[in-house]
């Protein structure tokens, strides 16, 4: 459902001059909670998620994606952003990141570290002195730490 829902969402964004930056969706006991985070060039604002909020909301009862009462929030990325595709690795290169891999490698999990580098299949952090590679298939979450 989520990957639909980005597939439906992203391309509106687009056209309105936002940035999806995630997209959280939940369902339980027949309600459903969808958290969209934007982000713009000049910052988003209280009328920035306003106006995705409507956008969105008549985008969904359009195409009618979630099958049961949901709720819609709209907000900031925040400080801590969720990095979600190679461009988004990109702009924060030099930055402090926290990247969660979806199995471990060598035991390990979690890495903490500076974005050093962003290559067609992954990323570089300096981890405690050290390089790791980073492939976008083995990365589950990552965000600004």
């Excluded at 056209?15 to 909670?33: F, N």
């Excluded at 801590?80 to 924060?92: E, K």
């Excluded at 060598?106 to 980073?134: C, I, M, N, S």
């Amino acid at each position: 459902m989520r990957e639909r829902l980005i597939g439906l969402i992203e391309p509106v964004l687009g056209k309105l001059g936002y940035e999806l930056v995630e997209l959280e969706y939940g369902a339980a006991h027949g309600r459903a909670q969808l958290r969209i985070f934007i982000d713009a060039l000049a910052g988003v604002g209280v009328e920035d998620c306003a106006r995705v909020s409507r956008e969105t909301s008549t985008l969904l009862e359009a195409t009618d994606p979630i099958p049961v009462a949901y709720t819609l929030e709209v907000s900031s990325p925040g400080f801590d952003r969720v990095l979600r595709t190679p461009a988004h690795f990109a702009r924060f290169v030099d930055s402090r990141v926290y990247v969660e891999l979806k199995e471990p490698r060598a035991g390990r999990r979690r890495y903490t570290g500076t974005l050093t580098g962003v290559a067609a299949a992954g990323v570089a952090l300096e981890v405690d002195g050290e390089q790791v590679a980073l492939g976008f298939d083995e990365i589950g979450k990552a965000r600004l730490a």
